[in-house]
């Protein structure tokens, strides 16, 4: 892969401005082809796109397969059994990676999430404000504490948490705020950080799909007082399922040893309750086998989306995830953008996404619908524990506050690109994404007759 000699500030420069200036490929010449009439491959016309592979994720190479073979031959599977092993050495690496002084190596990011929850002491009778629209494991790290999840609704234009309907749902039994950096980019955490410190709240960052993405100069993960990563398989650093905790709080990341150790600190004592969380050694390995590449795939990334935001600015219908003032640079774990269905003579999202299907660049629709409309808060509510520990009152408000309408419309009008894998393609793998959206938007007097 081409070496690029550019800064991450001008990374985010291309990013924000969607300015083609980060692309060091020049623009293969066909890029105009579409600019005419022409049928959709959905209609019996010829796709955009035919025959061609995508980067496959997750990644593997001979390094990868050498570290999982070296860790067997070890017999060292089990990361209490020595203190040079795998988990203990991605831990020192992932800590300097992402600039933070500590991390803890988990079985996930659900599990890194929740450890961090039992580490800050929060339980029964809290709550912590975070967002509809995430991976289940968001709120079940807080449901396994038994602590009341509350839902604020979105920015819908960067589908991540808005801050000030966070901060109108702080009562006085908040506890923290669990930001989620939704598609890998940054929250408005400078907005976030000012309401935890008003109201005295911890934070704790759901960084599981933004490795080494960067705002303010700070890398994600390391702003709040805990930052939580998931290696799952999907995500652009993946063993399968793993997940870290950074921190520069040297006690809390002691207590999140401790509590994702069955409760055994390092000192041998068995001091509070916790789950057995522990990374195995072949994770970490594959992990470990994996970070040579993780900040090239990561600048590549970078560069294919300003490329393809720089290419889609003029397609008023499919307008890219808004990019917060400070984002240094991006994860891009998805490439997300809004179909806004008035721009497209008003045809349902599903017409277009069957005719990008055709032109061989899937979109995803992603989350169907937000966690506020999923039936736990059902089955909470009748739970003894939340019965006993909240209000009748209270309880009755936080139905009442289940309603996010941004997270609604972003829902409705979200269409992706898997990027782990794709991402990692070439300028023309990239100019076939945008030909085809292009081209289905010139052409959307058809989308009716799929
Ligand atoms: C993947 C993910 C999680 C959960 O991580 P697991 O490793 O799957 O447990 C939590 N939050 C977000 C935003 C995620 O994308």
């Given amino acids: ?52 592979s995508w980067p496959r994720w997750p990644h593997w190479d001979q390094e990868v397969i050498d570290s999982v073979v070296k860790t067997t031959k070890s017999r060292i599977w089990c990361r209490i059994q020595s203190s040079s092993g795998t988990v203990p050495t991605f831990e020192k690496k992932f800590a300097e990676l ?39 494991g968001t709120i079940a790290s807080i449901l396994a504490a038994r602590a009341l999840p509350v839902l604020a609704d979105l920015d819908r234009q960067s589908y991540q948490l808005d801050p000030a309907d966070v901060e109108k749902k ?14 890998g980019q940054p929250c408005n955490m400078q907005e976030i950080s000012q309401i935890a410190r008003k109201h005295n709240l911890k934070v704790i960052e759901d960084a599981c799909q933004a490795h080494l993405a960067e705002y303010q100069g700070k890398q ?26 950074i921190g520069d709080d040297e006690e809390l990341m002691d207590r999140c040893y401790t509590v994702h150790n069955h409760g055994t600190s390092r000192r041998g004592r068995t001091e509070v309750a916790g789950p057995k969380y522990r990374m195995n050694e072949f994770e970490a390995a594959v992990l470990l086998g994996q970070l040579s590449g993780v900040r090239e795939r990561f600048l590549r990334r970078n560069r294919n989306a300003a490329y393809l935001t720089s290419r889609l600015k003029d397609i008023p219908g499919i307008v890219p995830q808004k ?62 524990v939340y019965k006993k520990m909240f209000s009748e009152q209270r309880l009755r408000s936080y139905r009442e506050q289940c309603v996010c309408p941004n997270c609604d419309r972003v829902c409705q009008e979200m269409a992706m690109i898997w990027a782990s894998g794709p991402l990692l393609g070439t300028t023309e793998d990239m100019a076939d994404i945008a030909d085809a959206i292009e081209k289905v938007y010139e052409n959307r007097d058809q989308l009716r007759s799929i």
Avoid at 104 to 115: E, P, R, Y
Avoid at 170 to 183: G, Q
Wanted: overall charge positive; hydrophobic content about 35%.
């Fill in 98 to 136: 992402t600039g933070a002084k500590f991390c803890v190596a988990t079985g996930s990011g659900t599990q890194a999430l929740h450890t961090c929850v039992e580490a800050l002491g929060i339980g029964p009778g809290d709550e912590v404000i975070t967002s509809p629209y995430t991976d289940p």
């Fill in 170 to 183: 702080i009562t006085e039994n908040t506890r923290a705020i669990m930001p989620v950096h939704m598609m």
């Fill in 323 to 384: 990019l917060y003032e400070g984002t240094t640079s991006g994860s891009f774990y998805l490439y997300a953008t809004s179909y806004l269905k008035e721009h497209f003579d008003g045809v349902e999202r599903a017409k277009f996404l069957k005719a990008m299907a055709a032109e061989g660049v899937s979109l995803s629709p992603y989350i169907r619908q937000g966690l506020h409309r999923e039936p736990w808060i059902d089955h909470i509510l009748s739970q003894n």
């Fill in 220 to 245: 994600l993960g390391t702003i709040g007082d805990v930052g939580c990563f998931s290696f799952q398989s999907s995500k652009t650093l993946a063993c399968g399922e793993g997940g870290g905790i």
């Fill in 1 to 52: 892969m081409d070496k690029t000699s550019l800064t991450r500030r001008g990374l985010l420069a291309a990013a924000s401005a969607g300015t083609i200036a980060a692309v060091s490929h020049s623009i293969p010449a066909y890029a105009n082809i579409t600019k005419k009439a022409s049928k959709l491959a959905a209609l019996g016309g010829r796709p955009v796109r035919k025959n061609k």
